[in-house]
């Protein structure tokens, strides 16, 4: 039986023993909102729990249950998508923090899978005390030479279909698979968080979802995982 270093799974001395060698934790945060028609509100939720869980286990380092709400704005038509404040986000993960400090916790790995600006700025402004963190925003991770489609400029699109086709496949609906791609401005005003609200006729989706697989999620997912364990065996960067 392989070991389990999810928290939530572990009686309380096996975690004290785990902190004395490696006082670390990996702290998964996502968010609910609109993936189109073909993917759940909770793809975020279900990308950074993945990514996570794999770094726990190739890190030797205890992993949180994922913080399922992020920073995201209401409104329109998407049903189902909720969200917290960017100071509230940031209050919460601070009073988490603060609590595992106290049990000897020294770095904090945050993973992230949202990349909503306010969202960001939240975790990335994290006070702690004696502790250090680092916040890795999955999709600054560089994996055009995998996609067909640019990653910069997507939401629901070629780059996230793939993950969850990977991760998740049972929750595609692929049937419901559509591409969507506004004209320049527009385009890049949303993708690079601008403007938090998708255009009205998108369904929740910029890009191409039409091009995604199962395989190149698969190595989008591997990339994801080496770079961040890459990153902690290396040292904590604050």
């Keep these: 039986m392989e070991p389990s270093f999810a928290i939530d799974q572990l009686p309380w001395p096996e975690i004290r023993r785990t902190i004395d060698r490696d006082p670390r934790l990996v702290l998964p945060v996502g968010a609910l909102e609109q993936h189109g028609p073909h993917l759940p509100v909770g ?35 998407y049903a189902g998508r909720a969200g917290l404040r960017r100071k509230t986000l940031h209050r919460v993960v601070n009073e988490l923090v603060q609590m595992w400090e106290d049990d000897g916790i020294e770095h904090f790995a945050i993973i992230t899978a949202h990349r909503f600006e306010p969202h960001l700025e939240a975790l990335l402004m994290t006070a702690t005390g004696p502790s250090s ?24 699109g070629e780059l996230e279909t793939s993950l969850m086709l990977h991760l998740a496949p049972g929750l595609v609906r692929r049937d419901e698979v559509r591409d969507f791609l506004p004209e320049g401005g527009a385009l890049r005003r949303y993708t690079r968080r601008r403007v938090p609200k998708p255009p009205s006729d998108s369904q929740g989706i910029i890009g191409s979802p039409s091009l995604a697989t199962a395989e190149k999620g698969r190595a989008v997912f591997t990339r994801y995982v080496e770079k961040i364990c890459a990153a902690l065996a290396a040292g904590p960067v604050d």
């Design 133 to 156: 963190r680092s916040v890795y925003d999955l999709y600054q991770i560089d994996v055009s030479d995998i996609l067909d489609s640019d990653p910069e400029l997507e939401h629901a």
């Design 43 to 77: 793809s975020n939720i279900v990308i950074a729990r993945h990514v996570a869980r794999a770094v726990a286990a190739g890190t030797g380092i205890l992993r949180a249950p994922t913080l399922s709400y992020g920073v995201t704005v209401g409104g329109g038509p």
